[in-house]
C-alpha cells in the first residue's frame, strides 16, 4: 500500500473513532436528559472499561450518579476526571455540586470558585457562591458581593429586579436581588452595615 494510502485509511479510522465517540456522548446526554440515569451509568461504564481515561464520559457517569442521589460515587466519578482534565468547567462545577450535597462546603466553594474563574459569565455560579457564603460559610458579605455581581452582570434595572412578581419561573438575578435585599436587611439589625 503507498504510504498516501495508509494516511488515508489512518484518518477515516480517527474520523470513524470521532464519530462514534460523539454518538456515545450524545446517547449518554440524552439518557440523563430523560432521567435514565441506570443506563447513563451502565453506558459511561461500558466506555470506561473501553478507555479509563474519556474525561467525558467520567463527567456524564458523575452526572448520572447525582441523579440516582449516589453522591459520594458522583464525587469519585467527577474527581476522577478532574484527574485527567482539571481545568474542565463541568467537572469542577460536577464536583462543586457533589460537595454541596455531601455538605463538605469549603470544597464546593473551592470547586466553584475555580470553574467561575475559569468561566466568570455563569450566573449560576455566582448564585451558587452567594447561598454557599451566606447560609454555610457565614460570610455575608462575600455572599452579598455575589449577589451584586450576578446582578450587575443581568444588566436588569431595579425597577425589573423589584418589580418580578411571583412567577413560577424566577431568573437568578431576581433571585440574587431577593437574597440580597433580604441579607442586607438582616446585616444592618445585627448592626454589621448602614442602610
Known amino acids: 500500500m503507498k504510504r498516501s494510502g495508509l494516511f488515508t485509511l489512518v484518518l477515516m479510522f480517527s474520523f470513524s473513532s470521532l464519530c462514534q465517540e460523539n454518538n456515545l456522548r450524545l446517547k449518554s446526554e440524552r439518557f440523563i436528559y430523560n432521567q435514565e440515569f441506570k443506563r447513563a451509568v451502565s453506558l459511561t461504564d461500558s466506555i470506561l472499561e473501553a478507555d479509563t481515561t474519556a474525561t467525558w464520559a467520567w463527567n456524564l457517569k458523575g452526572r448520572a450518579e447525582m441523579g440516582l442521589l449516589r453522591y459520594r460515587d458522583a464525587l469519585t ?14 467537572v469542577l462545577t460536577g ?7 455531601t455538605k463538605d462546603w469549603i470544597k464546593a466553594y473551592d470547586n466553584y470558585r475555580e ?9 449560576a455560579l455566582l448564585y451558587s457562591m452567594g447561598v454557599l457564603c451566606e447560609q454555610h460559610l457565614n460570610d455575608k458579605p462575600k455572599a452579598l458581593q455575589y ?32 437574597r ?10 445585627e448592626g454589621k452595615i448602614e442602610r
Open 77 to 90: 466519578s467527577f474527581r476522577k476526571a478532574g484527574s485527567y482534565s482539571p481545568d474542565s468547567i463541568p
Open 95 to 101: 464536583m462543586g455540586n457533589a460537595s454541596y450535597v
Open 115 to 123: 470553574s467561575y474563574a475559569l468561566d466568570p459569565g455563569d450566573p
Open 147 to 178: 449577589y451584586n455581581l450576578l446582578i450587575k452582570q443581568s444588566k436588569l434595572d431595579k425597577e425589573t429586579l423589584e418589580n418580578w412578581g411571583e412567577a413560577k419561573i424566577v431568573p437568578l438575578p431576581v433571585l440574587a436581588w431577593r
Open 180 to 189: 440580597k435585599k433580604n441579607l442586607r436587611e438582616e446585616m444592618h439589625f
